[in-house]
């Protein structure tokens, strides 16, 4: 997608910190992070939200959490605990329309969430 900013990730038009790369998924620091470690995992291949995400039927969402538990560990909050969340739709706080995982930990994380 040309008008994406996750794709222009992608495909290093737009600069990000890359912590996380395999042959099918993308995992690089968030923006505005909300913990001390705040990372989005993202397929290369651009799908809007987890529900397209999980319809894509190829084992690209299986990446895309394998890829979420390979920074947790990479970043040592495996251990101690850390949440994957996606936000689906614009209800649930949805703002970027590429499917994307937030890996939140280094902090003890709440619940419920806001
Ligand atoms: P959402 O609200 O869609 O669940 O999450 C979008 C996330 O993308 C937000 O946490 C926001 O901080 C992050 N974000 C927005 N623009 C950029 C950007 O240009 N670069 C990076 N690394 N993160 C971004
Ligand atoms: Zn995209």
Do not use: S
């Amino acid at each position: 997608m040309t008008d994406c900013l996750f794709c222009k990730i992608v495909a290093k038009e737009i600069p990000a910190e890359v912590v996380l790369e395999t042959d099918r998924a993308l995992a690089f620091r968030d923006i505005n992070p909300q913990a001390p470690t705040h990372v989005l995992v993202i397929p290369k291949q651009h799908h809007a939200d987890a529900a397209a995400l999980a319809e894509a039927d190829d084992g690209l969402a299986d990446d895309v959490l394998k890829a979420a538990h390979a920074v947790a560990v990479q970043e040592g909050v495996a251990e101690a605990g850390y949440r994957v969340v996606f936000n689906t739709g614009p209800g649930a706080g949805q703002t970027v329309f590429h499917v994307h995982a937030h890996v939140l930990g280094g902090r003890g994380l709440t619940w419920p969430p806001g």
